[in-house]
T-cell receptor
């Protein structure tokens, strides 16, 4: 059974600080996705990581993928209040030779950035 | 924004009644998904579709059925709603499974079963 585990599940940060969210997964997938969800809203795609060693950055967020370790990280630099949200990682669950598939999600990390 | 519309956006229904949620897309994407989101569980897959009239079960499919008679519509039916099906339901679409592609999500439907 494919499992995706995020930690921490809750993160309270002060503005200006750095922190990292971790996403471990149990499959051999070489792709991983990060999403952001604001309260009461839909999921917004942040990053698509397509291969081992992939690194992507957008503003104060940087995501990386290590497929050998089956680990992705989402690093937050100099946090600001606007980054408060829930962040999900997800992994492809490919079936039937890749003709079918879906995304398996972690439980999410609820980030709260305080002044 | 990807063209995905979920309806209704909010619904309150009584235990034992049938309920159908609709997901409509204008992107002509092949793959469509229904997830439910509950506190402490993240998003869990209910059913998915990999083409017109091609569907399969996900992790939490009991009590749900789906249909996809045309590319743009994916319907989720609760045949006899129960309180445990109170949740937020998200539809997602995806163009393909390989390459630089991700799933795009609808705005969600908040369903309350009383």
């Amino acid at each position: 059974e494919l499992k995706v585990e995020q930690n921490p599940l809750f993160l309270s940060m002060q503005e200006g600080k750095n922190y990292t969210i971790y996403c471990n997964y149990s499959t051999t997938s070489d792709r991983l996705y990060w999403y952001r969800q604001d309260p009461g809203k839909s999921l917004e795609s942040l990053f698509v990581l397509l291969s081992n060693g992939a690194v992507k950055q957008e503003g104060r967020l940087m995501a990386s993928l290590d497929t050998k370790a089956r680990l992705s990280t989402l690093h937050i630099t100099a946090a600001v209040h606007d980054l408060s949200a829930t962040y999900f990682c997800a992994v492809d669950n490919l079936l039937r030779g890749g003709s079918q598939g879906n995304l398996i999600f972690g439980k999410g990390t609820k980030l709260s950035v305080k002044p | 924004d990807a063209g995905i519309t979920q309806s209704p956006r909010h619904k309150v229904t009584e235990t034992g009644t049938p309920v159908t949620l609709r997901c409509h897309q204008t992107e002509n994407h092949r793959y469509m998904y229904w997830y439910r989101q509950d506190p402490g569980h993240g998003l869990r897959l209910i059913h998915y579709s990999y083409g017109v009239k091609d569907t399969d079960k996900g992790e939490v499919s009991d009590g749900y059925s789906v249909s996809r008679s045309k590319t743009e519509d994916f319907l989720l039916t609760l045949e006899s709603a129960t309180s445990s099906q109170t949740s937020v339901y998200f539809c997602a679409i995806r163009d393909r499974l390989f390459g630089n592609t991700e799933a795009f999500f609808g705005q969600g439907t908040r369903l309350t079963v009383v």
